[in-house]
Nanobody, 122 residues
Framework: LTVKESGGGSVQAGGSLRLSCTAF????????MAWFRQAPGKEREGVAA???????NYADSVKGRFTISKDNAKNTLYLQMNNLKPEDTAMYYC?????????????????WGQGTQVTVSS
């Protein structure tokens, strides 16, 4: 299983980005996935998770601004990020094959991508 993120970049505060994640050899419709992020000098943080039914869970820090979704036909996971803030600056990681539904604990995911950098300037 190979997990790969894309869509990161640099934006000004208030801007938007959409991250994408593809996991080759994986059936999105049946499994639980999530997005995490890690800023320099900080611990990894769970951002958003989605289960096989499309139910979602978000960290308080991104509620109302970020939306996690998946396209089962394209086997692609997305993270739409709106109204970005400088504190959202981090490396963002896609995680696959969760063993606990909707968990924001990275210890419950078995596969990870290499990450995509998001930088938000003030």
């Amino acid at each position: 299983l190979t997990v790969k993120e894309s869509g990161g970049g640099s934006v000004q505060a208030g801007g938007s980005l959409r991250l994408s994640c593809t996991a080759f050899g994986y059936t999105y419709s049946k499994h639980w996935m999530a997005w995490f992020r890690q800023a320099p000098g900080k611990e990894r943080e769970g951002v958003a998770a989605i289960d096989s039914d499309g139910d979602t869970n978000y960290a308080d820090s991104v509620k109302g601004r970020f939306t996690i979704s998946k396209d089962n036909a394209k086997n692609t996971l997305y993270l739409q990020m709106n109204n970005l803030k400088p504190e959202d600056t981090a490396m963002y990681y896609c995680a696959a094959e969760g063993v606990v539904a909707l968990s924001l604990d990275g210890g419950y995911y078995n596969y990870w991508g290499q990450g995509t950098q998001v930088t938000v300037s003030s």
